[in-house]
């Protein structure tokens, strides 16, 4: 007989780093420059392609704030979550980092489907900093991934199609404003996880849309999709794989090998890659990860979801010096097979006014030959996966689900934020399913809910850092009809810049700074704008009374000053050094807290400091003393091209995080 579907709470105890407070200072700029197709190869790709490659490509993280207050010391915590099982197959949700599924357990066999990392260990890859590595995650928002890659969502039980119960997942995604959820649900004797999906654009106006479903998997596998090519996109350099920002040109590859070498084995690329499959129209939307055995993990969606992709880390150092970053030594390297809106990453989708889009995905065990001519392969692993989970049955679980997507949710199972009660508050929004209840509003929404029933913003009520800002065009509209004291002209600025009217931000800034009680958040827009402008001369002077400012205010060494000294003087370090203003970044270093100069981060900034001092043979014994940095990003290259500044000597490799060919 087979078990009902249960669904349960379970604390998780594994060696987790803190993910620590988020960086107070509004993010001005991306963290990447946003990637997008080369211009000159539009001629040359699909028309659905070449249209959603210029689409509304991110341009700021604003609102959301940059999350890099977390470290690298791991120590046994506690993690809340859900699990999901019947007698096949039993999933392990994470609400509180982002809803991702860290765990799915073949329950007859005790096989684990998925790559489940041992450890939390955060690390510099979402578009707004932490994120970390295993299991299915669930990226909203714009190319990358999500910035709520480690933020809580609100999880409820809600009645399932057939009878039973689903887990419902859902937030409100602040960088499109756009309300999303996921439902989970194992119907009875079912071996493969459901998952339904839906965004919903309440606005009057269209908004690019975007969905990746990132699954990792052991990178000992090989990849299966019903592709014989794929697209591949190039690096400024010609190597592929790098996160960088800039024009990229994508390329067709066939699959599965090119260049003499089967890329469909992750191991076999010798650098990171990106490989966005081609699937053919009308054929059936799925990936699979098998082993030498032939066992292993199917991933399969009605046709919305079109897109399918192999991402890999590749054998070379780099990529192997990432793989241990993310976990702990001696567990296994990973890939990841994904399931897109659109063909490839650098694409956003329109959704129309007041509509929505959804789907449904499964994810499941595959038992199938791996090895062998690849079109007899796929027609086999093709075969095997209609036996299991025929097609018309999930278009038929889909049609099912869409009723209850509405559904109101039951017992509450996790809360997530207060944004999406503000905006529905504000609106006057009703989202049948999604439910943000006002009880969810708290302290970072209190000042903007006072700004919505009064007119006004209200000024802090005692002294600390400026908390978000809300750049929607309603919330800038309310900015601009509000009495303009300094610490609404801050905010309007910011939402302002946002919306790139830079000219009126400066402004807002500049009338600010003289009645400011608190200059050096003013005065650290004003140098970024300088910097974004090309003054960085300017910029440095700035960056110095700004951080000047901030040592006279500051009020303790508690969490929260300790972050915004930290954000501020690694800014102003690196811009004093840019301007070679050698004294002057001195002066920061010594105003900087010593638990602050203990950190990775400006362990480097201060060898570099010391080599722009002349102090060479100082600056070369901070990298032999060893150090790392914490909030590392994916695909920077900064350690190498100090290193290659301070001798010729080869990159030790606890500093090799090189993912391209001939770097320097």
Same mark, same amino acid.
């Given at each position: 007989?087979?078990?009902?579907?249960?669904?349960?709470?379970?604390?998780?105890?594994?060696?987790? &780093?803190?993910?620590?407070?988020?960086?107070?200072?509004?993010?001005?700029?991306?963290?990447?420059?946003?990637?997008?197709?080369?211009?000159?190869?539009?001629?040359?790709?699909?028309?659905?392609?070449?249209?959603?490659?210029?689409?509304?490509?991110?341009?700021?993280?604003?609102?959301?704030?940059?999350?890099?207050?977390?470290?690298? /010391?791991?120590?046994?915590?506690?993690?809340? &979550?859900?699990?999901?099982?019947?007698?096949?197959?039993?999933?392990?949700?994470?609400?509180?980092?982002?809803?991702?599924?860290? #765990?799915? !357990?073949?329950?007859? /066999?005790?096989?684990?489907?998925?790559?489940?990392?041992?450890?939390?260990? +955060?690390?510099?890859?979402?578009?707004?900093?932490?994120?970390? #590595?295993?299991?299915?995650?669930?990226?909203?928002?714009?190319?990358?991934? /999500?910035?709520?890659?480690?933020?809580?969502?609100? *999880?409820?039980?809600?009645?399932?199609?057939?009878?039973?119960?689903?887990?419902?997942?859902?937030?409100?995604?602040?960088?499109?404003?756009?309300?999303?959820? !996921? @439902?989970?649900?194992?119907?009875?004797?079912?071996?493969?996880?459901?998952?339904?999906?839906?965004?919903?654009? +309440?606005?009057?106006?269209? !908004?690019?849309?975007?969905?990746?479903?990132?699954?990792?998997?052991?990178?000992?596998?090989?990849?299966?999709?019903?592709?014989?090519?794929?697209?591949?996109? @190039?690096?400024?350099?010609? &190597?592929?794989?790098?996160?960088?920002?800039?024009?990229?040109? %994508?390329?067709?590859?066939?699959?599965?090998?090119?260049?003499?070498?089967?890329?469909?084995?992750?191991?076999?690329?010798?650098?990171?890659?990106?490989?966005?499959?081609?699937?053919?129209?009308?054929?059936?939307?799925?990936?699979?990860?098998?082993? =030498? @055995?032939?066992?292993?993990?199917?991933?399969? #969606?009605?046709?919305?979801?079109?897109?399918?992709?192999?991402?890999?880390?590749?054998?070379?150092?780099?990529?192997?010096?990432?793989?241990?970053?993310?976990?702990?030594?001696?567990?296994?390297?990973?890939?990841?097979?994904?399931?897109?809106?659109?063909?490839?990453?650098?694409?956003?989708?329109?959704?129309?006014?007041?509509?929505?889009? #959804?789907?449904?995905? =499964?994810?499941?065990?595959?038992?199938?030959?791996?090895?062998?001519?690849?079109?007899?392969?796929?027609?086999?692993?093709?075969?095997?996966?209609?036996?299991?989970?025929?097609?018309?049955?999930?278009?038929?679980?889909?049609?099912?689900?869409?009723?209850?997507? @509405?559904?109101?949710?039951?017992?509450?199972?996790?809360?997530?934020?207060?944004?999406?009660?503000?905006?529905?508050?504000?609106?006057?929004?009703?989202?049948?399913?999604?439910?943000?209840?006002?009880?969810?509003?708290?302290?970072?929404?209190?000042?903007?809910?006072?700004?919505?029933?009064?007119?006004?913003?209200?000024?802090?009520?005692?002294?600390?850092?400026?908390?978000?800002?809300?750049?929607?065009?309603?919330?800038?509209?309310?900015?601009?009809?509000?009495?303009?004291?300094?610490?609404?002209?801050?905010?309007?600025?910011?939402?302002?810049?946002?919306?790139?009217?830079?000219?009126?931000?400066?402004?807002?800034?500049?009338?600010?700074?003289?009645? *400011?009680?608190?200059?050096?958040?003013?005065?650290?827009?004003?140098?970024?704008?300088?910097?974004?402008?090309?003054?960085?001369?300017?910029?440095?002077?700035?960056?110095?009374?700004?951080?000047?400012?901030?040592?006279?205010?500051?009020?303790?060494?508690?969490?929260?000053?300790?972050?915004?000294? =930290?954000?501020?003087?690694?800014?102003?370090?690196?811009?004093?050094?840019?301007?070679?203003?050698?004294?002057?970044?001195?002066?920061?270093?010594?105003?900087?807290?010593?638990?602050?100069?203990?950190?990775?981060?400006?362990?480097? %900034?201060?060898?570099?400091?010391?080599?722009?001092?002349?102090?060479?043979?100082? =600056?070369?014994?901070?990298?032999?003393?060893?150090?790392?940095?914490?909030?590392?990003?994916?695909?920077?290259?900064?350690?190498?091209?100090?290193?290659?500044?301070? /001798?010729?000597?080869?990159?030790?490799?606890?500093?090799?995080?090189?993912?391209?060919?001939?770097?320097?």
């Amino acid at each position: 007989m087979a078990i009902v579907t249960r669904i349960r709470r379970e604390v998780l105890t594994l060696p987790a &780093a803190q993910l620590g407070p988020d960086n107070p200072l509004p993010p001005l700029r991306l963290l990447d420059e946003a990637p997008q197709g080369d211009d000159r190869e539009r001629d040359d790709l699909p028309r659905d392609v070449a249209r959603q490659l210029a689409y509304e490509p991110l341009r700021s993280l604003l609102p959301a704030r940059v999350r890099d207050g977390y470290g690298r /010391t791991r120590e046994p915590r506690t993690l809340d &979550a859900l699990v999901i099982e019947n007698d096949l197959l039993r999933a392990t949700v994470l609400p509180g980092l982002g809803g991702r599924i860290a #765990s799915l !357990v073949h329950l007859p /066999t005790g096989r684990e489907l998925l790559y489940r990392n041992p450890v939390f260990q +955060p690390a510099d890859f979402a578009l707004n900093g932490a994120w970390y #590595s295993g299991g299915i995650e669930w990226n909203i928002g714009a190319t990358g991934h /999500t910035a709520l890659s480690c933020a809580p969502l609100h *999880a409820a039980r809600v009645p399932a199609p057939d009878g039973g119960e689903m887990l419902r997942l859902w937030e409100w995604e602040r960088l499109r404003d756009l309300p999303f959820q !996921v @439902d989970l649900w194992l119907p009875e004797g079912s071996g493969f996880l459901h998952v339904g999906v839906r965004i919903r654009n +309440p606005h009057e106006r269209p !908004v690019p849309a975007y969905w990746w479903s990132n699954t990792a998997v052991p990178e000992d596998r090989r990849i299966l999709a019903p592709a014989e090519e794929a697209w591949l996109p @190039d690096s400024p350099e010609g &190597a592929a794989g790098t996160p960088d920002g800039c024009r990229r040109r %994508l390329r067709r590859v066939p699959v599965p090998s090119y260049d003499g070498i089967d890329r469909t084995h992750p191991l076999n690329s010798p650098y990171a890659a990106d490989y966005f499959y081609e699937v053919p129209n009308g054929r059936r939307r799925w990936i699979a990860a098998l082993d =030498a @055995d032939g066992h292993g993990l199917v991933q399969t #969606s009605t046709d919305v979801l079109r897109g399918r992709k192999l991402f890999v880390w590749g054998s070379g150092p780099g990529g192997r010096r990432w793989q241990q970053w993310l976990t702990e030594p001696g567990t296994g390297g990973y890939c990841e097979i994904q399931a897109g809106l659109a063909r490839t990453q650098l694409e956003h989708v329109r959704l129309e006014p007041e509509s929505e889009v #959804s789907w449904m995905e =499964a994810y499941g065990p595959l038992d199938a030959p791996r090895d062998g001519e690849w079109t007899a392969v796929l027609q086999g692993a093709e075969e095997r996966l209609a036996a299991v989970l025929p097609r018309d049955r999930v278009e038929e679980a889909y049609a099912a689900w869409r009723p209850y997507a @509405d559904t109101e949710p039951g017992e509450t199972l996790a809360t997530g934020s207060g944004w999406g009660a503000l905006e529905a508050l504000r609106a006057g929004w009703k989202l049948p399913g999604t439910p943000f209840p006002e009880t969810t509003l708290g302290d970072a929404q209190a000042p903007w809910l006072e700004l919505l029933h009064t007119g006004s913003l209200p000024e802090p009520r005692r002294v600390r850092p400026p908390g978000e800002t809300l750049v929607a065009p309603h919330w800038r509209d309310m900015l601009e009809t509000a009495p303009a004291t300094p610490h609404t002209e801050y905010h309007l600025g910011v939402a302002q810049w946002h919306a790139g009217d830079r000219a009126q931000a400066v402004r807002s800034w500049e009338r600010a700074v003289p009645l *400011a009680p608190s200059q050096w958040p003013l005065l650290r827009c004003l140098a970024v704008a300088d910097q974004e402008a090309g003054h960085h001369e300017r910029a440095a002077e700035r960056y110095a009374e700004a951080f000047e400012d901030l040592c006279r205010e500051r009020r303790d060494d508690g969490e929260t000053w300790t972050a915004a000294v =930290a954000a501020l003087g690694r800014e102003a370090l690196e811009a004093l050094l840019r301007a070679r203003r050698t004294a002057d970044a001195r002066a920061v270093w010594d105003g900087l807290l010593p638990a602050v100069r203990r950190r990775g981060r400006f362990r480097l %900034l201060e060898a570099e400091l010391l080599l722009a001092e002349g102090r060479r043979a100082d =600056a070369r014994a901070v990298f032999d003393a060893g150090f790392e940095v914490a909030d590392l990003r994916e695909g920077a290259e900064v350690l190498g091209r100090l290193w290659a500044r301070l /001798t010729d000597e080869p990159l030790p490799a606890r500093y090799d995080f090189r993912m391209r060919p001939d770097s320097p």
